[in-house]
């Protein structure tokens, strides 16, 4: 694949608040300072306790997650380092560039994680083996 991204070039993002008297608003825009434009939004939910989601990499889509409630972690694997982040407010996100092996992990109770991806799905851009992940970024 060649020059591969490290889990330390998944980086967490300050999406900023707004502040109102009746609450707050956070906003992502296509072509403003959020690092790619965004062609699918999912989120997770009842995740139950102990439970993880993703164990995957993408050959191309970045994604970006968001704790739109309560908390997780995101393990981040490049091959060779591992990194964990922890996200808990719902105006900073972590971007993750293809070729990151990334896990949600430590759910809380009623979190919601919401994704913000580059690409609409494609089966055939996911590793979802993690030894096939590891002879991928090695070609």
Same mark, same amino acid.
């Given at each position: 694949?060649?020059?591969?991204?490290?889990v330390f070039? *998944?980086?967490?993002v300050d999406l900023a608040k707004i502040n109102f008297n009746e609450g707050n608003l956070t906003v992502i825009e296509n072509n403003s300072k959020f690092p790619f434009a &965004? /062609?699918?939004v999912f989120y997770l939910y009842d995740i139950a306790g102990?439970?993880?989601?993703?164990a995957h990499a993408? /050959?191309?889509c970045h994604q970006f997650l968001i704790a739109a409630s309560g908390s997780f972690e995101v393990s981040l694997d490049d091959g060779k380092? /591992?990194?964990?982040v922890f996200l808990n407010r719902p105006?900073?996100?972590?971007?993750?560039?293809?070729? &990151?092996?990334?896990?949600?992990?430590?759910f809380s109770?009623?979190?919601? *994680?919401l994704v913000l991806a580059s690409h609409t799905y494609n089966e055939a851009d996911y590793l979802r083996n993690y030894d096939d992940f590891l002879n991928y970024i090695d070609e």
């Open positions: 694949m060649g020059n591969n991204p490290n070039e *998944c980086s967490v &965004v /062609k699918r102990g439970e993880s989601r993703g993408h /050959k191309e380092f /591992k990194r964990q105006d900073v996100g972590l971007h993750v560039p293809p070729g &990151v092996w990334a896990s949600e992990v430590n109770s009623g979190a919601i *994680c």
